[in-house]
């Protein structure tokens, strides 16, 4: 009940003063540049790497992202810069 009303406000919060949803909900911010950069922000840490896919924890759940040919360029505590020729960026809930 408590985290339902959290998120209810929140989301209000979020639409009547105008802030960034990724601040507010904790959300991750992804930005990719075509198939060849994706920057990570705001996730938990780094679950799994290998050349072909990555997977990170989130507040809620984890992102996969498949592709080939992966190099970590910037690794920080809360964001990631991935390089490589991304085919797929999935949402896990788990």
């Known amino acids: 009940m408590i985290g339902k009303w959290r998120r209810h406000m929140r989301n209000w919060l979020t639409n009547k003063m105008e802030l960034p949803a990724d601040i507010l909900m904790d959300l991750p911010r992804i930005t990719m540049i075509g198939q060849i950069h994706i920057y990570i922000e705001n996730h938990r840490g780094l679950l799994a790497f290998s ?19 992966f190099v970590i360029k910037t690794i920080l505590p809360e964001e990631i810069l991935l390089e490589g020729k991304i085919s797929q960026v999935l949402y896990l809930d788990e």
């Open 51 to 69: 050349d072909k896919e990555i997977r990170l924890l989130l507040k809620q759940g984890q992102l996969l992202v498949k592709g080939e040919d």
